[in-house]
């Protein structure tokens, strides 16, 4: 059963670890845990890149607390791990928060690019050029003109990147399934929260993952880009809490 001590599980966007959920966290009344995955914040290990076993070590992880189920919580990467556990343990998820995310997979030019980042990382390491490359797509032009200092946090966060975790998790991401089928034969309550402002994922993919569900409700922020928990985190709190006291205690 869920109720309002289930634990609500966070999962990072790429190329974050679970550090990136400290400011919505703080707005959060119930138990949070927001777990490093593989390669950002712990070691890659030698596995193939799937983000299936990103989903394999979260059960683990709920296996380890003795946690039957939980609402899991995911931003963009972290979102396809919440989406991949749906399909692998649906027992485990009690409801979900999708961020900034989609269930469909990737079409064959971003799974193009994602190798060339990912041998690039192998090449080179990442310093300098990824966040370059990276922060004007990740952070809305709210943010950027407006909070500097998001913009600073995104800089600390991302500070000694591994070259092996970046290109494990391009990797990984290339190769993920279409998990738009499990989500919407699920029965369970899910919250899409979308930027509007996303240059990344466009808020269309939000409008289209609302429309697959069964009992979902979508709330979009307009001065946020892809990163939400960091740009607009007491919105993005605010949202999760109301969803929870309305949807996810209701559950049966
Ligand atoms: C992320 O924010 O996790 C990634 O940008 C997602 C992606 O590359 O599809």
């Not at 970046?166 to 290339?174: D, E, G, I, S, Y």
């Amino acid at each position: 059963m869920v109720d309002s001590d289930t634990p609500l599980v966070l999962l990072p966007a790429f190329p974050f670890d679970g550090r990136m959920w400290g400011a919505v966290a703080d707005g959060l009344a119930g138990p949070v845990i927001a777990p490093d995955p593989r390669g950002f914040g712990r070691p890659v290990g030698d596995d193939e890149p799937d983000l299936d076993l990103l989903a394999a070590d979260v059960v683990a992880l709920l296996d380890e607390r003795g946690l039957d189920r939980v609402v899991l919580g995911g931003c963009s990467m972290g979102g396809y791990v919440a989406l991949a556990v749906l399909r692998t343990a649906p027992e485990r998820v009690g409801g979900l928060v999708l961020i900034d995310t989609k269930p469909t997979a990737d079409p064959p030019p971003a799974k193009q690019n994602r190798a060339a980042m990912a041998e690039r990382a192998e090449r080179e390491g990442v310093d300098g050029w990824l966040m370059a490359d990276m922060l004007p797509l990740l952070l809305g032009p709210t943010t950027v003109e407006e909070r500097p200092e998001v913009v600073e946090t995104v800089r600390d966060l991302t500070a000694g990147l591994s070259p092996e975790g970046v290109a494990w998790a391009q990797r990984a991401m290339a190769a993920r399934p279409d998990s738009s089928e499990a989500l919407a034969a699920a029965e369970i309550p899910v919250l899409v929260l979308h930027g509007e402002q996303d240059a990344i994922i466009p808020v269309e993919a939000a409008r289209a993952t609302a429309d697959l569900l069964r009992r979902g409700e979508l709330v979009l922020f307009g001065e946020s880009g892809h990163l939400p928990p960091l740009e607009v985190p007491a919105e993005c709190a605010a949202a999760i809490m109301t969803w929870w006291e309305s949807k996810v205690t209701a559950t049966p």
